[in-house]
């Protein structure tokens, strides 16, 4: 599983980040900068998918 981030809507909330600090980093704004196709470990996928959801913004995507 991979997960993505679209700049343009992550408002810097960092709720991702504090669902899941092992997947998710933050830039110097708090916003994720994961980039497109972030390797989620197998271990960490349930986590994931709950920042994923947590996201107000639903700037987070999941790539199986």
């Known amino acids: 599983m991979r997960v993505s981030?679209?700049?343009e809507q992550c408002?810097?909330?960092a709720r991702c980040w504090a669902t899941a600090?092992?997947?998710f980093?933050?830039?110097d704004e708090g916003k994720s900068d994961i980039g497109i196709g972030r390797l989620v470990p197998g271990d960490m996928e349930d986590a994931a998918r709950q920042a994923v959801m947590s996201c107000p913004e639903n700037a987070l995507t999941i790539l199986d």
Request: glycine content about 8%.
């Open 5 to 7: 981030v679209n700049l």
């Open 11 to 13: 408002q810097g909330h």
């Open 25 to 27: 980093t933050l830039d």
């Open 21 to 23: 600090p092992e997947v």
